[in-house]
């Protein structure tokens, strides 16, 4: 057998003590193209299957070209991929909705990359109140399959993103206030472990390995459902919420901010209510546009919690509207095929963290401007969300993200620079660049003593370590987890996408 060499991230914690020989290619792919389950199932470079599914990320550096993709589309299917990558030591990459956002967020150049996209179904149990969901289920289509239902679930605010990653990196949807983090309404994973066994971890079954999935991510094994706390709506025979946008003169920055943070000190008076605002720049415009996405869970027409957005004299757009879930999320659907840099992090609920923020924003545009290829697209996003009590304790202690001991001290603002460039030219230009500029953030709200110093797994770059932010006692659960339920390591050493438990 050959050794592989060693995936090329620096994230990647493999000791080479322990990483022993590697499959190859060969081995690997023809070890998954012999097993007759997963015949027609395994696709290699070269052909039209394998070339079309390259289209189906969200980043276009994420679509690496793996050695082969496999396609399970059962449960048993995927526990006899697992089988065969651990038995032959293949590298492997993770892929279910495919809106990682950076180059091994799932798939993998050197490995096998795990294309659960036939795997994305979603379907309603009234009466156990759960929907079942596949990983590769993305956010609108699930919710349109629920709406006859009067239900709904924690999925993501826009349209196309995947519900594997999105939960069990946890997850902030339109329900956050009033049902917490995505990951918290999980009631059962189904995963199958390294060695091929499928397990159910719920509160009963299992329950240190389903505490650990709630925000881990893909540390513990490949999940092929997750249960979810159905949600009824307001009035389940008309399944809207109301929610939109509504965009502002750009002269009205500090009354947006101030509404913003006074927003977020109220949410527990209207944990239905949610905000979300943003400048955004796109070269091809030529300006910046100041946005707050407002949305009300319960549908409540024009709340009193919106009511300081709204009462700004400055308002040049509002689609606020009472909509189903698929209606509002598709208005924020982006475009796949981009390459995409996200720098998030956490700061306490203070206004001069916006300020600063969005004043050093204006000056990463003009450098960006500078040297972003001619003709090429740049499109920038300054983006502010709160994190608040309200939506922590929903967890019940029940999730690894850490965040109780940060919300005791009141909201905090997550906080997400986003760069969008057309080519992986432009995006080897434009990294160190978004990259300073996030440093110096952190820098500034560090010398403020207003940084949690608290990296959000979904939206975190693979530069951040986002686990060795949860907290000692969450990473020793992790490990123990691991240990147990992955005794050789296959999630940490051979899965080449996604973030790990720090050694
Ligand atoms: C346009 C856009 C909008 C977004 N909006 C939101 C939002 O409103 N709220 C929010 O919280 N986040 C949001 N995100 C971030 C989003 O949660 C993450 O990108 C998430 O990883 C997407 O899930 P996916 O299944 O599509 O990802 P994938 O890229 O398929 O997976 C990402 C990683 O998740 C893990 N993973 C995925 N599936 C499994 C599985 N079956 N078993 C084990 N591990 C698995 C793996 O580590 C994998 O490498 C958004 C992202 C984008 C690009
Ligand atoms: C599920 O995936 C298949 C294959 O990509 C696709 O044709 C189908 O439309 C998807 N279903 C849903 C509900 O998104
Ligand atoms: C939402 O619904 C309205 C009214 O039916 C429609 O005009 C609009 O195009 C829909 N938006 C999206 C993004 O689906």
Redesign the pocket.
């Known amino acids: 057998m050959r050794v592989f060499p060693f995936l090329a991230s620096a994230m990647l914690s493999i000791s080479s003590a322990n990483a022993g020989d590697r499959g190859s290619a060969d081995v690997c792919c023809n070890a998954l193209n012999r097993d007759y389950l997963l015949k027609g199932k395994v696709y290699f470079p070269g052909t039209p299957a394998y070339e079309a599914r390259l289209n189906t ?3 276009a550096n ?1 679509a690496q070209r793996a050695w082969c993709m496999v396609l399970p589309k059962s449960t048993r299917d995927a526990s006899r991929v697992m089988r065969t990558l651990s038995k032959y030591k293949c590298p492997f ?9 950076f180059k ?4 993998v150049k050197d490995g096998v990359t ?1 294309d ?1 996209g036939f ?1 994305n179904g979603t379907t309603y149990y009234p009466e156990r109140g759960v929907v079942g969901i596949e ?2 289920a ?2 609108a289509p699930a919710y349109e399959a629920l709406e006859k239902y009067g239900v709904t679930v924690t999925g ?3 349209g ?14 339109f329900h956050a206030g009033a049902h917490g ?2 990951c918290d309404n999980v009631e059962n994973f189904e ?1 199958v472990l390294a060695n091929g066994k499928v397990i159910n971890a719920n509160e009963h079954e299992h329950s240190d390995l389903w505490r650990v999935m709630r925000g881990g ?8 459902r997750l249960d979810m706390k159905a949600i009824k709506f307001a009035n389940p025979a008309e399944p809207h919420i109301f929610g939109g946008l509504v965009a502002y003169d750009l002269s009205k920055g500090k009354e947006v901010a101030d509404a913003y943070i006074n927003f977020a000190e109220n949410i527990h008076n209207d944990p239905y209510s949610s905000v ?1 605002i943003w400048w955004y720049y796109n070269r091809d415009a030529g300006e910046m546009v100041l946005v707050a996405c407002l949305d009300n869970s319960a549908n409540q027409v024009n709340p009193p919690a919106m009511k300081e957005f709204l009462s700004i004299d400055g308002i040049v757009s509002n689609t606020l509207r009472s909509a189903t879930m698929g209606n509002i999320t598709r208005e ?3 475009d796949d095929g981009f390459y ?1 840099i ?1 720098f998030p992090s956490n700061f306490k609920n203070d206004p001069r963290i916006i300020s600063y923020a969005q004043e050093k924003h204006e000056e990463l545009i003009q450098a960006l401007e500078a040297v972003v290829s001619a003709g090429e697209f740049l499109s920038t996003q300054c983006q502010f969300q709160p994190v608040s009590k309200t939506v922590v304790d929903h967890s019940n202690n029940n999730n690894v993200m850490g965040l109780e001991s940060h919300v005791a001290d009141g909201p905090g603002i997550l906080f997400l620079m986003y760069v969008t460039v057309g080519t992986a030219a432009d995006e080897a230009v434009a990294l160190p660049l978004v990259r300073a500029y996030h440093e110096d953030l952190n820098h500034y709200a560090s010398s403020l003593g207003i940084n949690w110093n608290w990296i ?4 975190a770059n693979l530069e951040q370590d986002p686990i060795s932010t949860f907290g000692e006692d969450n990473i020793r659960k992790m490990k123990k987890a691991s240990v147990k339920y992955d005794p050789d390591g296959v ?1 940490q050493k051979l ?1 080449g ?3 790990k438990i720090p050694t």
Do not use: C, E, Q
């Open positions: 990320y969200f980043d994420a990459g993770i892929k279910s909705g495919g809106h990682g956002t091994l967020s799932n798939a795990i659960l795997m990983p590769a993305k956010s993501g605010r826009v196309p993103v995947g519900l594997g990653g999105f939960v069990s990196g946890g997850g902030i949807s983090w995505a995963v991510s893909g540390n513990f094994g490949l999940i092929t979300v924020l659907a982006g995409n996200w959000y797994l979904d939206y999630f899965r996408s996604g973030f």
